[in-house]
T-cell receptor, first 115, second 114 residues
Framework: GAGVSQTPSNKVTEKGKYVELRCDPI?????LYWYRQSLGQGPEFLIY????????DSGLPNDRFFAVRPEGSVSTLKIQRTERGDSAVYLC?????????????FGEGSRLTVL | GENVEQHPSTLSVQEGDSAVIKCTYS??????FPWYKQELGKRPQLIID?????GEKKDQRIAVTLNKTAKHFSLHITETQPEDSAVYFC?????????????FGRGTSLIVHP
């Protein structure tokens, strides 16, 4: 596709439920990032993939959060036992290679609301 | 880890005035400093960036300056226009996992009054 695609655009769930958020990066981009943006805040790093492997997952807040990228393209962020504090916009971004040299291409985000 | 402070949180100017947003960072290993613009409900988009071997970079009405000794960098917008109204984020990129992961500031909401 022309840009990074994220689904769903909006997700409302109840506390304790399981949620999956999907990211389809720009074709050919090997690096993929997940960020979380709370209201009035900057994007907060969660995890970075280079190919299929998670090169850096130091931003995942706890073991309820997990992400995969099994074929080196589409990635899924999985949140177990959701809590109200998980409510935020989850942004995915991709780059042609390791970020050291340029722009993060962001998707429109998935807005998660935990009731 | 890296810590990025951004000021001011809100900036209100008249059309045609200049706007300056300032950021500081903590990790001296950071070497890439992008600025993103985010309009309401939209994705962040890169507007300009600077690397640690350069002190200043300009692109039309936008300029960035970097002082690595002071760990300080700034965004300057001249001749502001109403369409410049948005939230602006600075970021500093320390090395991690073979790459450089941007750490973002909290953002500056720029309002340009016609």
């Amino acid at each position: 596709g022309a840009g990074v695609s994220q689904t769903p655009s909006n997700k409302v769930t109840e506390k304790g439920k399981y949620v999956e958020l999907r990211c389809d990066p720009i074709s050919g981009h090997t690096a993929l990032y997940w960020y979380r943006q709370s209201l009035g805040q900057g994007p907060e790093f969660l995890i970075y993939f280079q190919g299929t492997g998670a090169a850096d997952d130091s931003g995942l807040p706890n073991d309820r959060f997990f992400a995969v990228r099994p074929e080196g393209s589409v990635s899924t962020l999985k949140i177990q036992r959701t809590e109200r504090g998980d409510s935020a916009v989850y942004l995915c971004a991709s780059t042609p290679g390791p970020i050291g040299t340029g722009e993060l291409f962001f998707g429109e985000g998935s807005r998660l609301t935990v009731l | 880890g890296e810590n990025v402070e951004q000021h001011p949180s809100t900036l209100s100017v008249q059309e045609g005035d200049s706007a300056v947003i300032k950021c500081t960072y903590s990790d001296s290993a950071s070497n890439y400093f992008p600025w993103y613009k985010q309009e309401l409900g939209k994705r962040p988009q890169l507007i300009i960036d600077i690397r640690s071997n350069v002190g200043e970079k300009k692109d039309q009405r936008i300029a960035v300056t970097l002082n690595k000794t002071a760990k300080h960098f700034s965004l300057h917008i001249t001749e502001t226009q109403p369409e410049d109204s948005a939230v602006y984020f600075c970021a500093a990129s320390p090395p991690s996992g073979g790459s450089y992961i941007p750490t973002f500031g909290r953002g500056t909401s720029l309002i340009v009054h016609p």
